[in-house]
């Protein structure tokens, strides 16, 4: 089932190059077994590829400074990988990032069960300018709406929107949907679930049996949903029972 799961991340000086090539598994990370897509944009003429931009970033970026920000989004498993790229690039273009240099890199997850999307970016506009200006303060200025706040939450807002539209397009009587508000926001009354991780999958995967995962099927079936509008229901009938 589709899941929501967006988080905003940044890279300090001297890792943005060694992030890249994660992301797009090169290097000592070509063996990485689920990548399926990149792809790049606005990379400026004096690099060949998104990860030696974020080279030149760690090189000239002030020391204290920020080499790129990246998105890390899920993807839904109901989707085609195309479907899910346009998602993800709906979202690119309704946020105000189509200007800025990007490496989008997809992966399917281990077992192609986790699939998600690696949105890694400079805060600096493409301009046409060679290297050393480009990161000077008279260069390519880096774009302030990044840091706000109110940007980020319309950005969760949007990934739901565009990630449902795509999914809307499966079944319209199958109402398989994500939404970015909390439970509480959305009236339902039950704790969040814990994370089972990537270790206590693995043990379930190769033993059949691991006890985070148990403990975690436990919780849900403890904590099964309940709308707060019910619990709201039924503490009023208990108080006009009172009053009679």
Same mark, same amino acid.
């Given at each position: 089932m589709a899941i929501y799961r967006l988080s905003l991340k940044s890279g300090a000086v001297g890792k943005g190059k060694n992030h890249a090539k994660y992301i797009c598994a090169e290097g000592k990370y070509e063996k990485k077994s689920d990548m399926e897509k990149v792809e790049e944009f606005n990379i400026p003429s004096f690099a060949k590829n998104g990860i030696e931009f974020f080279e030149a970033a760690d090189k000239n970026e002030r020391s204290n400074g920020r080499t790129y920000r990246e998105f890390e989004?899920?993807?839904a498993r109901e989707l085609t990988p195309e479907q899910n790229k346009n998602a993800v690039m709906n979202f690119v273009f309704e946020n105000k990032l189509e200007n800025q240099p990007m490496i989008i890199a997809y992966h399917k997850g281990k077992n192609g069960d986790n699939p998600h999307v690696h949105l890694m970016f400079s805060e600096r506009p493409n301009l046409e300018v060679d290297q050393d200006l480009f990161f000077k303060r008279n260069g390519?200025? %880096?774009?302030?709406? /990044?840091?706000? =706040?109110e940007w980020l939450k319309d950005c969760r807002a949007s990934w739901e929107k565009h990630l449902n539209k795509e999914l809307a397009q499966l079944n319209k009587r199958i109402k398989k949907r994500v939404s970015h508000k909390s439970l509480k926001a959305r009236g339902i009354d039950? %704790?969040?679930?814990?994370?089972? +991780?990537?270790?206590?999958?693995?043990?379930?995967?190769?033993? +059949?049996?691991?006890?985070?995962?148990?403990?975690?099927?436990? /919780?849900?079936?403890?904590? %099964?949903? %309940? =709308?707060?509008?019910?619990l709201r229901a039924q503490a009023r009938n208990r108080d006009m029972g009172r009053g009679r």
């Open positions: 989004i899920s993807l390519s200025k %880096k774009n302030r709406l /990044f840091n706000d =706040k039950r %704790k969040p679930q814990p994370k089972i +991780g990537y270790i206590a999958m693995a043990i379930e995967r190769r033993l +059949g049996q691991s006890s985070r995962v148990q403990a975690i099927k436990d /919780f849900i079936e403890k904590h %099964k949903p %309940k =709308k707060l509008s019910r």
